[in-house]
């Protein structure tokens, strides 16, 4: 496993994955890693960086977007490339808009449906979990970091793998919307932060109260207003959009 080089803390900021991100690029040409080389683990670059592992996971997902990194299922994550080029960037507005939409409408069925399945089988270690991570939100230091994470607290609660496996690997990406949609919201409706603090617990309740259908709702009802916050218009955008509802009769 190859070795990175000491550096400072990275300073609390509204987009840690991001800044992050920027700093194991830069590392990784500062130390000369090669094609192939192996990045150390997840808990050693949260603890070297001074981040929660979640953040290190979000700036990972945004280096294998790049391919400055390709994640080994079992083995690790491993240098791709050295250099930026040939990285792919949006630039165009428009393109990016469009490419919001069609995030924000995959979360909308994607989550809505984890939020149901997360009510039927949650644990209390699953509810203490988001409890923490509503709280979290109140700071606005860790508000984008501890958004993030509950919704990936959502997933791991269904019990499903695949569930936290698919939000990881569009982590990069959800990791940016709701990082957008959170500097947003402080930015331009900062009336509204309590509200979308409100939104998540609403969620939380339903979970909490093991009511599928309600979950699933209040997740759909969040994910909507967010999207209406941002600007972008949703197709079909109501509670009962995307996936079809799971009728799974378990309860936890």
């Not at 987009?15 to 683990?41: M, N, Q, V």
């Not at 469009?98 to 069925?109: A, I, K, S, V």
């Not at 984890?114 to 509503?134: H, N």
Request: glycine share 8%; proline share 2%.
């Amino acid at each position: 496993m190859a070795t990175m080089s000491q550096t400072s803390f990275i300073a609390r900021a509204p987009r840690l994955g991001e800044d992050l991100a920027s700093t194991l690029r830069e590392a990784i040409l500062k130390d000369g890693l090669k094609e192939g080389d192996r990045l150390p683990t997840e808990k050693a670059l949260a603890e070297q960086y001074g981040v929660s592992r979640t953040v290190v996971r979000e700036a990972i997902a945004r280096l294998q977007t790049e391919g400055v990194v390709a994640a080994r299922q079992g083995s690790g994550v491993f240098v791709n490339r050295r250099n930026g080029h040939n990285v792919f960037r949006i630039h165009d507005n428009r393109v990016r808009h469009t490419q919001l939409q069609n995030c924000y409408e995959l979360r909308l069925g994607v989550e809505a449906a984890a939020a149901e399945l997360a009510a039927q089988r949650r644990t209390s270690d699953d509810i203490a979990a988001l409890e923490a991570l509503i709280v979290r939100m109140a700071d606005p230091a860790l508000r984008v970091a501890a958004d993030t994470e509950f919704h990936v607290a959502i997933a791991r609660a269904t019990k499903n793998e695949l569930y936290e496996s698919f939000v990881g690997f569009i982590g990069a990406e959800l990791s940016s919307v709701i990082g957008d949609a959170v500097v947003n919201t402080i930015t331009r409706h900062p009336d509204q932060v309590d509200q979308v603090i409100a939104e998540h617990g609403l969620v939380l309740k339903a979970i909490a109260a093991g009511d599928a259908a309600g979950a699933r709702e209040a997740m759909a009802g969040h994910i909507t207003a967010a999207a209406t916050r941002l600007s972008i218009g949703l197709r079909d955008a109501s509670p009962s959009a995307g996936a079809p509802s799971l009728q799974a009769k378990e309860t936890h």
